[in-house]
């Protein structure tokens, strides 16, 4: 039974019920913590829409670099704002990004992600929008636990490894060219 991009956990009869058990965990802590990019995302677009069609209400959770640039496309028109949709929807792809890494256990993707996160919320400061910038303390507080739950999915990975196994799993390309009889080798 293989888990999107941590690993499996086939030919580990010897494994013991609970190591498997923690290794989950480990697993879920890590997408839990990732999964606060996709919020962001997905929160930034709501927001970008909600003032794209005029209304004065927004969530607090979606990025301050969007509410600036929905701000200044509000008051350019409807040509502004459709520019700031756009100019948010590449926001909002930048945080897809990092929850796709993120979620797979790449601590750069978090890192970076939450580098992101913090100086966004450091926009929030001069326009006095204390709620806002609360959440983004407790965003930045849950994607920094996920994060920290990568040392021990690796530790948790090892340990279910069948002896002499690789601890890093092959790309799908370098298995490709690896193979005995490349799929190619007849042309």
């Known amino acids: 039974m293989a888990s999107g991009g941590f690993g499996s956990t086939t030919g580990t009869s010897s494994a013991s019920p609970a190591l498997i058990e923690q290794k989950l965990r480990a697993e879920q802590r890590v997408r839990n913590g990732a999964g606060w990019f996709l919020a962001i995302a997905g929160l930034s677009l709501l927001n970008s829409v909600l003032a794209m069609s005029g209304t004065r209400f927004s969530f ?3 990025p301050g670099t969007t509410q600036i640039v929905d701000a200044i496309g509000r008051q350019s028109g409807r040509t502004g704002s459709t520019l700031g949709l756009i100019v948010n929807v590449f ?7 990092f929850w796709k890494f993120a979620r797979t256990g790449e601590k750069w993707g978090f890192l970076a992600g939450m ?7 450091l926009i929030l400061l001069p326009f006095k929008d204390f709620l806002s910038l609360a959440f983004h303390a407790y965003a930045l507080f849950r994607i920094d636990h996920g994060m920290r739950g990568i040392p021990a999915l690796e530790r948790r ?13 092959r790309k799908q390309t370098e298995a490709i060219f690896s193979e005995p009889n490349p799929p190619f080798e007849h042309l």
């Open 91 to 97: 926001i909002a792809g930048v945080f897809l990004l």
């Open 115 to 121: 580098a992101l996160y913090a100086a966004d919320g």
């Open 157 to 169: 990975q090892q340990a279910l490894a069948p002896a002499g196994a690789p601890i890093e799993p």
């Open 60 to 62: 607090i959770f979606g």
